[in-house]
């Protein structure tokens, strides 16, 4: 079946604009997370939707936004660019049970942001 | 989530075992051990998990200590394409809400040496 997939791969922005990013999770799964990877602090999480829902969030500015429409797809949004945003933008899909189920995150190949 | 401490770098003849381990000392009972590797400029893979007996898949075997303060991660005939950033993860369970998150560490980066 097909994989998560992320669009843009890659992306250049010009610092104060905005940029929303897309991830369509695997077939069947309810959760969708973000993360953002830089050489500096590495792997973050950003924040997990799961049935429209934002479930779970990590420490970052109100800049960073999301959703996830009924079918699961998500998006991320990021206002007021800066240069400190440049990053590997990753998106995870997984089935997101609840009462005892416990799942694995299938991660997309991510979007690259270039801010200048 | 609690903490885990991987050695930053390691070393592997292709087509030996590698054996990469995981401190997770203050891990508590409801605390998954996970790993997931990430090759260059990839998201990261799956491997495998466990909760406190030993796992095995395709791709490699899970050791987890009695005490489960400790893993290992087995790859057992490693091979240049096993090249990458190893990450130990312990991610808690909550039973009526669910627990997506994964909290990464720095990893160990694994090269495999022809």
């Known amino acids: 079946k097909a994989g998560v997939t992320q669009t843009p791969r890659y992306l250049i922005k010009t610092r104060g604009q905005q940029v929303t990013l897309s991830c369509s999770p695997i077939s069947g799964h309810r959760s969708v997370s973000w993360y953002q990877q830089t050489p500096g602090q590495g792997l973050q999480f950003l924040f997990e939707?799961?049935?429209?829902?934002?479930?779970n969030k990590g420490n970052f500015p109100g800049r960073f936004s999301g959703r996830q429409f009924s079918n699961s797809r998500s998006e991320m949004n990021v206002s007021t660019l800066e240069l400190g945003d440049s990053a590997l933008y990753l998106c995870a899909s997984s089935l997101g049970g609840t009462g005892g189920m416990n799942t694995e995150a299938f991660f997309g190949q991510g979007t690259r942001l270039t801010v200048v | 989530d609690a903490k885990t401490t991987q050695p930053p770098s390691m070393d592997c003849a292709e087509g030996r075992a590698a054996n990469l381990p995981c401190n997770h000392s203050t891990i508590s009972g409801n605390e998954y051990v996970y790993w997931y590797r990430q090759i260059h400029s990839q998201g990261p893979q799956y491997i495998i998990h466990g909760l406190k007996n030993n796992e095995t898949n395709e791709m490699a075997s899970l050791i987890i200590t009695e005490d489960r303060k400790s893993s290992t991660l087995i790859l057992p005939h490693a091979t240049l394409r096993d090249t990458a950033v190893y990450y130990c993860i312990a991610r808690s369970w909550e039973s009526n809400f669910g627990n997506e998150k994964l909290t990464f560490g720095t990893g160990t980066r694994l090269t495999i040496i022809p």
């Open positions: 939707y799961f049935s429209e829902t934002q479930r």
